[in-house]
């Protein structure tokens, strides 16, 4: 018995050492004679890429292949038959750019079909005859209707047809965009304007940007037409029944998200306003309350002590506008509804948008606003924020030369101030019949601007 436990035993001992050597020799790395040459592991990847690629695009359509499957077989396509002349609105809010489109359009006796993702939109209690309105769904069961529109000119704000969701379809001859901002498009994401046919304009630098772009990409020239701003005829006419501003009162109304004003310096601005004895009407962009909730909130509980600040959360903006004698805000458009339509100066600040996935990557030139800032009001710079006040006392005292370069401003650079919709009526009738546009300015196709 003992023998055999000492022979266990030595086995025991000797068996470890054996156990880790044949491991080491299991790891150990051995040649394995293959050879893949750069270009050929090159070529392999791409087509791992590229299948991969594939397959990604493929699955990301076939939501809206399938959809759009589902439309025909149900026989909705025969819906998709407008009028000769069509126009879409993503939401409600557009419903300032198309009125007094329509009633222009109206007063000539020329029918349009009016296609809405909103089902409270204005157009259905517009009492507008030559108007037939029809709810068409939201988000992508909207886009794959649109996909089978039926009509002769098709009119909308929506950028990136052809690039985004929405496709242009066979049935359709024109496509119009009418642009619904007095400043350039640099801040439109990446190809909004390519695929139109046309775009109405509301000044020349709007019009500058596009053909600059068109050069770039080498993408068919467009009809580009100085026709104006629809939105701004009807807050013209609203300033002229308002009653004059309040006096010592400052509007503060930036734009949403990382560009503005409330995200990059808080409660800082309206506070160090209110402090300055100003009564401080604040007013964040409509979105700030569906997309920054907590900001919102951070403010509202910073700001609770501060009497001479008053929120504004009313969607329609004009009663503060017109309130107001002078405006604090950053890039948001507003600046210009304020400044052009009332003619009281505004104090930006700020740097200017981020181009990171916006058509102002590629445009060579800055906007045209950016150039302008200083003579709507004042441009203050990041980091010196501590300047505001002494801007705004500058700007409301009585020797302020502010309204006169804000006049000159508007007329250099806004087409049909006041009178736009009549003029893109006209410019629509135009393309109904196919007439010629002559009456109105046509900024030159990049063919004539080489032969220039």
Not at 185 to 205: E, M, N, Q, R, W
Not at 423 to 429: N, V
């Amino acid at each position: 018995m003992r023998a055999t436990n000492i022979h266990k035993t030595g086995f025991i001992k000797l068996r470890a050492p054996a156990a880790l050597l044949a491991l080491s020799l299991m790891l150990e790395s051995m040649p394995a004679h293959a050879y893949l040459d750069p270009g050929t592991g090159s070529m392999l990847l791409s087509v791992v890429v590229g299948v991969v690629s594939g397959a990604f695009f493929v699955i990301r359509k076939l939501p809206a292949t399938l959809r759009a499957l589902f439309f025909r077989l149900t026989g909705k396509t025969d819906q998709m038959k407008g009028s000769d002349l069509t126009f879409y609105a993503e939401s409600a809010a557009y419903w300032m750019t198309f009125k007094p489109i329509l009633e222009a359009l109206e007063k000539r006796g020329i029918k349009s079909t009016y296609l809405t993702s909103a089902q409270d939109d204005p157009v259905f209690s517009c009492g507008l005859s030559c108007v037939s309105a029809r709810f068409i769904g939201k988000s992508n069961t909207a886009y794959t209707a649109l996909g089978f529109l039926q009509t002769k000119v098709f009119v909308l704000t929506t950028p990136g047809i052809d690039v985004l969701q929405i496709r242009r379809s066979p049935g359709v001859k024109r496509y119009v965009h009418v642009v619904h901002a007095v400043g350039d498009i640099h801040t439109y994401k990446l190809f909004s304007f390519d695929y139109y046919d046309a775009v109405f304009c509301s000044g020349p630098a709007q019009a500058k940007s596009l053909r600059a772009l068109e050069s770039l990409r080498r993408t068919r020239p467009k009809d580009l037409v100085l026709l104006g701003c629809p939105y701004l005829d009807e807050l013209v006419k609203r300033a002229q029944q308002a009653p004059e501003p309040e006096p010592n009162t400052v509007v503060v109304a930036p734009t949403w998200g990382k560009n503005g004003l409330l995200t990059r310096t808080g409660s800082l601005i309206p506070r160090m306003l209110a402090e300055a004895g100003f009564h401080v009407i604040l007013r964040p962009h409509p979105q700030s309350f569906v997309s920054e909730v907590d900001l919102m909130h951070k403010l509202a509980q910073e700001l609770s002590d501060c009497r001479q600040i008053e929120w504004d959360r009313n969607p329609d903006s004009f009663a503060s506008l017109s309130r107001a004698k002078l405006m604090v805000s950053d890039i948001s458009g507003v600046i210009f509804d304020f400044a052009f339509v009332f003619l009281r100066p505004v104090v930006s600040v700020g740097a200017g948008p981020v181009k990171d996935g916006f058509e102002a990557w590629d445009i060579p030139h800055p906007a045209w606003e950016m150039s302008a800032l200083d003579d709507l009001g004042r441009r203050i710079m990041p980091g010196e924020e501590n300047k505001i006040c002494q801007a705004v006392k500058e700007l409301l005292a009585p020797e302020s030369t502010a309204r006169d370069k804000i006049l000159a401003i508007r007329s250099a650079n806004i087409v049909n101030f006041g009178t736009a919709a009549e003029a893109i009526a006209q410019a629509l009738s135009n393309e109904l019949t196919g007439s010629a546009q002559s009456q109105h300015p046509v900024y030159p196709k990049q063919e004539s601007l080489q032969h220039a």
